[in-house]
């Protein structure tokens, strides 16, 4: 049987040259391009280590990216003791500093992982075979699956009416608003840039937050205080809305009428306010007289609320006894004008003031007017006494001007060298006046009874007009004699 050729025309045979030149080609490409054959064997690659803190959802395959531009791929993601190792296969073909960070960043929300590797140099050395990025040198993003739990928990916490409208008011504050916001884009662009620039001072500032931040978890308890305070606050801020509110709208007119008063008061109230300089520096030295004031104060109030008690007699009406004295003891005449030169009764003017003060200038060891000024202590000096803030503040000593005898001129102390303060010891005998009698009160009664001052009731017989003994004189010796 004869066997018949088979003969192939000259298309066809240039049609499958053509399709074995692209079978060809395309096997190439397919294999130097996706299936990466030459860098299965090594050729044209280098491997790079890097230390993560976690997996951070990195892949197998994933890109690694440097400036933009895909410089190589992960081949391995396996455990370590304290992390997570990656191993990544680098084109040799790109020189990559190895002073370099490895970022690990997200290119959608599907989560398509990506090393990004960040130089801070770009100079030599360049990373090579066998190089390792520390761990401290790289960062992972956060778990998107905690994110978006802790969103889905904060939203099933908010009711829904709340929800609804916490979305209308967003709206309702952001609607139009593009313009500006597009502004505020620009400047935390413009924000970011800065903070590149200055991005040493930054570090420093975080690194050196961490006192500031311990010292807030110290203070833990503080802040929780400060912050109940501050709701209770805002709860009575609520609940004085109404008054806030009349406070808001008519507080402008209030405040305008004290600008007013303060531009009237311009003028005096400095002088005003330097002049109470004064008074608050003499009211910080009698600071001890003040407060002895204060403290004495209600004593003496409520001594006077004893003449409102009601008497022996069941009057019910405030009793008070006054005790005259004269000349007991001699009143004091040294240290003030002579007779010539008071104004009398007929003066209707007083008479010019002295250089001079004028108080009971005697020794301050003489019994006559003790409470005197020449015996006030000095309230910078509680130590001495003396009568005025002059001889206080100085070294001088006290000086007496002169005696105050009972009958006579008073002998003066100053340029008498018979005289020496510190000699006197008090007035001679027989040189003042006798002390007085003594001398009590009593209340009258119709009947002729009394009480006497040493606490026994006695009676006078006479002095009623239906009492006594019957046509006997009374005299004033008989009335000197009470019958017990």
Not at 153 to 166: D, Y
Not at 347 to 360: K, V
Request: include cysteine.
């Amino acid at each position: 049987m004869a066997v018949a050729e088979m003969q192939l025309t000259k298309f066809v045979r240039i049609q499958l040259t053509i399709f074995t030149i692209l079978t060809v080609v395309s096997l190439t490409v397919m294999g130097l391009q996706f299936i990466q054959i030459p860098a299965m064997f090594g050729i044209g690659r280098y491997d790079v280590t890097v230390e993560l803190a976690g997996n951070g959802n990195l892949y197998k395959t994933a890109n690694v990216t440097y400036r933009g531009e895909t410089v190589g791929r992960v081949t391995e993601i396996k455990p370590a003791a304290d992390g997570v190792v990656a191993a990544l296969s680098m084109y040799s073909s790109h020189k990559i500093p190895a002073d370099v960070d490895a970022n690990v960043h997200s290119r959608s929300a599907i989560g398509e992982q990506y090393v990004d590797l960040v130089p801070r140099t770009s100079s030599a050395p360049y990373l090579h075979a066998g190089s390792v990025i520390p761990r401290e040198r790289t960062s992972i993003p956060g778990d998107i699956g905690t994110l978006l739990d802790t969103v889905n928990q904060s939203l099933k916490a908010l009711p829904a009416g709340n929800l609804h409208t916490l979305i209308e008011e967003s709206y309702l504050a952001f609607n139009g608003t593009g313009p500006a916001v597009g502004r505020l884009l620009d400047s935390a662009h413009g924000l970011s840039a800065d903070g590149l620039d200055n991005i040493t001072p930054l570090t420093t500032l975080i690194n050196d937050a961490g006192p500031v931040i311990d010292a807030t978890v110290a203070s833990d308890a503080s802040i929780r205080a400060w912050t109940a305070n501050v709701n209770s606050l805002t709860a009575q801020l609520a609940a004085g809305d109404t008054t806030l509110r009349d406070l808001l709208q008519h507080g402008r007119a209030a405040a305008d009428q004290a600008t007013s008063l303060f531009q009237k008061l311009q003028p005096t109230l400095p002088i005003l306010l330097s002049n109470l300089v004064s008074v608050g520096q003499v009211a910080v030295t009698y600071n001890p007289s003040l407060e002895q004031i204060l403290v004495l104060l209600p004593a003496v109030a409520a001594a006077f609320n004893t003449l409102g008690f009601t008497n022996r007699d069941g009057s019910k009406m405030p009793f008070l006894s006054f005790k005259l004295g004269l000349n007991v003891p001699a009143p004091c005449t040294v240290g003030f004008l002579p007779a010539s030169e008071r104004r009398d009764a007929s003066a209707e003017d007083a008479p010019p003031r002295t250089d001079q003060p004028l108080y009971c200038a005697l020794p301050q060891t003489d019994p006559n007017a003790v409470r005197g000024a020449r015996n006030y202590p000095c309230m910078n000096n509680p130590d001495k006494r003396a009568p005025t803030v002059d001889i206080c503040k100085s070294d001088q000593e006290y000086q007496p001007l002169g005696t105050n005898p009972w009958i006579g001129e008073s002998q003066k102390y100053i340029d008498n060298p018979q005289f020496h303060p510190s000699s006197y010891t008090g007035p001679a005998s027989g040189s003042g006046a006798p002390p007085g009698a003594s001398v009590t009160t009593a209340l009258y009664n119709p009947d002729g009874s009394y009480l006497g001052s040493d606490g026994l009731r006695y009676r006078q017989l006479d002095v009623a007009a239906n009492s006594g003994t019957p046509g006997k004189e009374s005299t004033w010796q008989t009335m000197l004699t009470p019958t017990p």
